[in-house]
């Protein structure tokens, strides 16, 4: 099951993209243009039973257009480095799935075909990640499923102690202590070192930001100002304060924190929207003993959290855009676009269909899908983002605080600084 990761890589810079493009602007698809074969890439995981939806999905495709097509399935961890490879050699597909934080690099790049001519209404896809693919009012990706962090807890638990959702950030708190407390062999709320996008929805909601552009067109971060502080504060205090986590947690990511609720050793913690599915499936004991809420505002409303996903995007140069778009709009409109939602655990990252869940009685998708419209944002819409991820700077900050390397005021100075670094260099 495919989850956003802090990827080990080495972007490379969009001048050197763009040098290969210029040098290889014919090469794209490896066959200079010929249509009688589409050539798709998909990243590997996202849906355990990809093989027999995309092989309806091209007789479909076939049958309308007479053009055959070649699903290939790139494991996540690989694709980076075999896109840049790709683009350097011209052998790129046609069309490509493409996290929201990679779209933007390739996207300045030159790599990427502007698709805004052929969408009719953009207003329809979720708008932080409509947004992802934009540059200039050029569309460079058409989103494709969402995914969203609130918080998945033990509703069994919760019951048994007399507590309800907590609607506070100091509520939050109190019920994990006071559960804590009474159920002491598990752990109350894990803080994960190594899943940055647990980190970021506290930061926002104590009012800071991970960057911001300014009007002259810099970027700043307010990790190290008060409100930003605040957010990161609250998060580390509930491991280093209050105990609620656990020591190993500090190496965790987002899938070590789904194991940990599914071997029943946790009782709350942000998790992914696709995750209840799998850990009910790994755990069936678990069937109608979980819960979801939406991450509360520090005083009231909701707190941001992350809304990551993937991007659909067609190769610049490749003589078969126009069959590419086709491909595209035949994943993100109708009833392929709502069913890779249902068969993989993510949302379809179209308004409407992201209302239809959000107005359902299911527990475990109703507080997700109420997040993503309420409650979504995004990281910055820059090539030079993808740098922030690939060298971790958010994670180290947060690795470096639980391990008492550094203070809270110590880390988001650090972080906010190699942010601005990195997105002014990059701009």
Same mark, same amino acid.
């Given at each position: 099951?495919? #989850? #956003? ?46 093989? $027999? ?23 996540? %961890?690989?694709? *980076?480095?075999?896109?840049?490879? $790709? ?66 807890? #033990? ?18 708190? +109190? ?5 804590? +407390? ?13 899943? %940055? ?67 029943? *050793? ?31 505002? %520090? ?38 676009? *709502? ?44 090539? $030079?983002?993808? %740098? ?40």
């Amino acid at each position: 099951m495919a #989850r #956003r990761r802090v990827h080990e890589y080495v972007p490379l810079p969009a001048a050197t993209l763009a040098l290969a493009l210029a040098a290889t602007a014919c090469g794209g698809g490896g066959e200079g243009g010929d249509t009688d074969t589409l050539q798709v890439w998909i990243m590997e995981g996202t849906n355990p039973d990809a093989s $027999a939806f995309f092989d309806e999905v091209n007789e479909t495709f076939t049958g309308d257009t007479g053009i055959e097509v070649d699903v290939e399935f790139v494991p996540w %961890q690989d694709a *980076q480095d075999k896109i840049s490879t $790709a683009i350097a050699g011209g052998t790129t597909p046609d069309v490509i799935e493409l996290g929201t934080t990679f779209t933007p690099e390739y996207a300045d790049a030159g790599a990427l075909h502007d698709l805004s001519g052929y969408i009719d209404d953009p207003s329809r896809f979720q708008q932080e990640m409509y947004e992802m693919g934009t540059i200039d009012d050029a569309a460079y990706g058409v989103p494709w499923y969402a995914s969203i962090r609130s918080i998945i807890y #033990r509703a069994d638990l919760f019951e048994e102690h007399g507590h309800e959702a907590p609607t506070t950030w100091d509520e939050l708190r +109190e019920t994990a202590i006071d559960l804590a +407390e009474a159920e002491e062999e598990m752990i109350a709320f894990p803080v994960p070192g190594n899943a %940055q996008y647990s980190v970021m929805p506290w930061v926002w909601g104590g009012g800071g930001e991970v960057a911001v552009e300014e009007a002259d067109g810099t970027w700043s971060s307010t990790l190290d100002e008060p409100e930003g502080r605040a957010g990161v504060e609250f998060f580390t205090d509930l491991a280093l304060e209050d105990g609620l986590s656990t020591t190993g947690a500090v190496n965790w990511n987002e899938i070590d924190v789904m194991e940990a609720l599914s071997d029943e *050793q946790a009782i709350m913690a942000i998790s992914n929207s696709s995750n209840p599915k799998a850990i009910i499936e790994n755990n069936p004991d678990l069937e109608d003993k979980l819960g979801v809420f939406v991450l509360p505002g %520090q005083e009231d409303g909701y707190t941001e959290s992350f809304a990551g996903g993937s991007l659909l995007s067609v190769f610049e140069g490749t003589g078969n855009e126009e069959a590419g778009w086709q491909y595209v709009d035949l994943l993100t409109d109708g009833e392929y676009f *709502q069913r890779w939602g249902e068969e993989s655990g993510f949302f379809p990252a179209g308004v409407a269909e992201i209302e239809e869940y959000a107005d359902s009685e299911d527990p475990l998708v109703q507080p997700f899908a109420i997040q993503l419209l309420e409650a979504g944002k995004s990281t910055p819409a820059v090539p $030079a983002w993808s %740098q922030v991820e690939a060298e971790g700077i958010i994670v180290g900050m947060q690795q470096d605080i639980l391990n008492g390397n550094a203070t809270v005021e110590e880390a988001t100075a650090a972080a906010a600084e190699a942010i601005e670094n990195i997105l002014n260099e990059g701009s």
